[in-house]
């Protein structure tokens, strides 16, 4: 049963235009989220993160808002570079909770 | 290096045999966690270290699977008698402390079962 729910495996945007990546949860006992980058070969990088206190957390060209009432995150990317390329992963936690629960995975191609 | 270390990288063996994956975390994380990711899946968590305890090992797929901490630094997680479903790639993550986030991933052991 996956409680974390990427529903689109992938998206195309054009250099310079935002990305939106989706992600909805199930367990309203989840109270921390987190989103990863991944390149091929190699391990999930952590982007940025949120906690269920917030409703927006910024850092840079990323942004993740939280909607607790819709149990939906997204994470918006402006503007997108090439690099940006990669597969996201939408992330989540219980507080005082060890283990994260992982969505499929969006992936990302920036076109230029 | 800073980052999480695994070892190997790519390990490519028979049905039936016995595997041994290793996990160096970061310097002064006390929290581990295995993960494992099968093609087109999300990561799926397997199980997970406070010191050289593991507090719940429910998330392992079966009795054939076990996993070690020693010296609250290196981790092996091993595979009896493997079978083709055990392919994936193994990630493991560190972590400051239990609960701590955010966990930094090392690039994991890709598994293949012949």
């Known amino acids: 049963d996956q409680q974390v729910k990427q529903n689109s495996p992938s998206l195309s945007v054009q250099e310079g235009r935002i990305s939106i990546l989706n992600c909805d949860y199930t367990?309203?006992?989840?109270?921390?989220f987190l989103w990863y980058k991944k390149y091929p070969a190699e391990g999930p990088t952590f982007l940025i993160s949120?906690?269920?206190?917030?409703d927006k957390n910024e850092d840079g060209r990323f942004t993740v808002f939280l909607n607790k009432s819709a149990k939906h995150l997204s994470l918006h990317i402006v503007p997108s570079q090439p690099g940006d390329s990669a597969v996201y992963f939408c992330?989540?936690?219980?507080?005082?909770?060890?283990?994260?629960?992982f969505g499929a995975g969006t992936t990302v191609t920036v076109r230029a | 290096g800073a980052g999480v270390s695994q070892s190997p990288s790519n390990k490519v063996t028979e049905k039936g045999k016995d595997v041994e994956l290793r996990c160096d975390p970061i310097s002064g994380h006390t929290a581990l966690y295995w993960y494992r990711q099968s093609l087109g899946q999300g990561l799926e968590f397997l199980i997970y270290?406070?010191?050289?305890?593991?507090?719940?090992k429910s998330g392992l797929p079966s009795d054939r699977f076990s996993a070690e901490r020693t010296g609250g630094s290196v981790s092996t997680l091993t595979i009896q008698r493997t079978q083709q479903e055990d392919s994936a790639v193994y990630l493991c993550a560190s972590s400051l402390g239990w609960g701590s986030q955010p966990q930094h991933f090392g690039d994991g052991t890709r598994l293949s079962i012949l």
């Open positions: 992330a989540a936690s219980e507080s005082e909770d060890y283990k994260l629960s």
């Open positions: 949120i906690s269920s206190i917030k």
């Open positions: 367990n309203s006992m989840f109270d921390y």
């Open positions: 270290f406070q010191g050289n305890s593991a507090p719940d």
